[in-house]
């Protein structure tokens, strides 16, 4: 059973559309990531959220932290081809370490 | 700019062989890990290291092992390469909860 549960598993849209994906748990956490890993490369954080209900922006991107700390969705407005990849939410677990979900693969259309 | 490099980006090693992937960073970074990546599983780690010459079991460990000699560099060791460790290895190291990953490398065990 895995911690973090993200969705969907993946998600293919045209350039232009709006998307939400999640990462959802059970459990709490003090804080949560976002990386994005392109086609080669390893992953790249996001931004990291730690307060509930916490909505952080980049760009096109929203990233907002559930009220009780257990979920947090990743809305990307106009998407553009750029923004194809994996998106992978991680947690804290211990001192430096991460645990992470099994991901969204992202492809945006032309 | 923060670097994580890795020794290979592809390898092709043949069954029973002895494998070593190399990682350095250059940010004087106490912590670095190894993690494996395989579709629909996320990121799953291997081994870990807070220290030199100190390492802990992640999730994964078997089959593995490690060596820290120096601060910089993390090697991860197959002894004895098998069909099923085929997958994507990343090396990350962090001061705190901000991981920065090397780039990859996926090695094919025939």
């Known amino acids: 059973t895995q911690l973090l549960e993200q969705s969907p598993q993946f998600l293919s849209i045209q350039e232009g559309e709006n998307l939400t994906v999640y990462c959802n748990s059970s459990s709490v956490f003090s804080s949560l990531q976002w990386y994005r890993q392109e086609p080669g490369e390893g992953p790249v954080l996001l931004v990291t959220v730690v307060t509930g209900g916490e909505v952080k922006k980049l760009k096109r991107l929203t990233f907002q932290f559930g009220d009780a700390r257990k979920d947090s969705s990743l809305h990307i407005t106009a998407a553009q081809p750029g923004d194809t990849g994996l998106y992978l939410c991680?947690?804290?677990?211990?001192?430096?370490?991460?645990?992470f979900g099994q991901g969204t693969r992202l492809t945006i259309n032309p | 700019d923060v670097k994580v490099t890795q020794s290979s980006r592809y390898l092709v090693k043949r069954t029973g062989e002895k494998v070593f992937l190399e990682c350095v960073q250059d940010m004087d970074h106490e912590n670095m890990f190894w993690y494996r990546q395989d579709p629909g599983l996320g990121l799953r780690l291997i081994y870990f290291s807070y220290d030199v010459k100190m390492k802990e079991k992640g999730d994964i460990p078997e089959g593995y092992s490690v060596s820290r000699e120096k601060k910089e560099r993390f090697s991860l060791i197959l002894e004895s390469a098998s069909t099923n460790q085929t997958s994507m290895y990343l090396c990350?190291?962090?001061?705190?909860?901000?991981?920065?990953f090397g780039p990859g490398t996926r090695l094919t065990v025939t």
């Open positions: 990350a190291s962090t001061t705190g909860v901000w991981q920065y």
């Open positions: 991680a947690v804290p677990r211990g001192a430096q370490k991460l645990v």
